[in-house]
């Protein structure tokens, strides 16, 4: 985007890049759910190995033990995706803003419009190609009539 000067930007959206921002947090939700699934299979042979090996898979403390666990650990799951989701959607909003910015400053300069400063906000990723960015944008101003 071409913004004159430091001025500094606030964050008006939270998803800016879709396609990026959901492709990772579904990564974070599969690897999650990946882990609860990994969790529970060892909760459930633990048990299951416990319950034969005493002989107690009629003893109702056991079996309603046995069933609490495998209970509390879906229903962190559930607890627990909303949070990985806004997490998810924080960590990739660092990059995918600036991507957009930085999109934007391109687009600009294929046009011929040499007057792009990519300003970035605070906290945020890329800084480093932003930078390169404005470098490259105040060269060419300074090498057109």
């Known amino acids: 985007m071409s913004a004159q000067g430091g001025r500094s930007y606030r964050r008006r959206q ?3 890049n879709r396609p990026l921002q959901f492709r990772f947090v579904r990564a974070m939700l599969g690897v999650l759910c990946v882990l609860t699934i990994i969790a529970l299979g ?7 190995t416990i319950l034969h090996t005493f002989n107690l898979q009629h003893d109702p403390v056991s079996v309603a033990l046995f069933a609490t666990i495998s209970w509390s650990i ?3 799951l559930l607890i627990v995706a909303p949070f990985v989701i ?3 959607i924080l960590l990739t909003h660092k990059v995918a803003g600036p991507l957009v910015r930085i999109h934007a400053g391109l ?3 294929t046009k011929g419009n040499y007057n792009v400063h990519i300003s970035l906000r605070k906290g945020d990723s890329l ?3 932003a930078d390169a960015v404005n470098t490259l944008a105040g060269s060419l101003r300074s090498r057109s009539p």
Do not use: P, Q
């Open 14 to 16: 939270w998803i800016v």
């Open 86 to 88: 806004w997490m998810g």
């Open 107 to 109: 687009a600009e300069l």
């Open 127 to 129: 800084t480093d190609l």
């Open 42 to 48: 060892s909760v459930y042979l633990t048990l299951w």
């Open 74 to 76: 879906a229903l962190e």
